[in-house]
């Protein structure tokens, strides 16, 4: 298991923002940090750590340039999503991306669209394709939402939901909506689902508030999962974890041969 670092852009600056809000709605979004430093700047201390596999967001428009600066400054080593399309996929990767990631582009009408799917893969290769499948509860199951995190589709997570997206893919993201952002503590159920069910690498995300977090993940997804931290960490004002301590961990973890 491994601590997967992050650079979440909204209007082209790097925050944190609570998932849940993450709406055109004027007035709903809750920010709990924007940096004055530039995203480049964050990818520089991945690149310095050894941090490979990091998520580079782009939460709506507006985030080009950041992202293809962050890019530029660990070529190679971080992952971007957000707006990419079997058209604009191949580009990103030779801006310097390691793979792409995707959510909405693959879901119309609340459903899989297969075909769009089929073109991904086939387009920049399954290994250079991560799937973001985040997930609100509803009843007992977790729904994949699309959208900015605001519409629910009819796909849920499942064994056989994960086995399915696996065929197309190299990795999943899944960040547990309904906790992200918060500080509060991670969504347990869900992540000891995805520990059970991945049937290829997969990185959690939400709710990590203390480096007790990653170990308790590390438990309940059965040393199958990495996990993201975001606003808890102090590069994000936070002060639940430190980056210092994250790096640790993965080092921790690469002394001990956890792969």
Known sequence: MKFRPCIDLHGGRVKQIVGATLSETA??????????LPAAHYAELYRRDR????????LGPGNEEAAASALAAYRGGL??????????A??????????VIVTS????????????LRELAAAVGPERLV??????????????????????????ISPESLSYFATFC?????????????????????????????????TYAGGVRSIADLYRIKELGGGRLDATIGSALD?????????????????????????
């Open 131 to 156: 799937l973001d499948l985040s997930c609100r509860r509803r009843g007992d199951d977790y729904f994949v939402v699309t959208d900015r995190w605001q519409k629910f589709t009819e796909v849920n």
């Open 27 to 36: 007035g709903t979004l809750r920010t709990n940090f924007a940096s004055d």
């Open 90 to 99: 191949g580009a990103w990767l030779d801006r310097g991306a390691a793979a």
């Open 105 to 116: 582009y693959v879901f119309r009408g609340g459903r899989v669209d297969g075909d769009r």
């Open 79 to 88: 992952q971007l999503g957000g707006g990419i399309t079997a058209a604009n």
């Open 51 to 58: 941090l490979p596999g990091g998520h580079v967001i782009m």
């Open 235 to 259: 590069i994000f004002g936070g002060s639940g974890v430190t980056y210092a301590q994250a790096v640790a961990f993965n080092r921790a973890e690469e002394a001990a041969g956890t792969p």
């Open 170 to 202: 190299g990795e999943l993201l899944i960040h547990g909506v309904d906790v992200e952002g918060r500080c509060a503590g991670i969504d347990e159920e869900l992540v000891a689902r995805l520990g059970r069910w991945t049937p290829i690498p997969a």
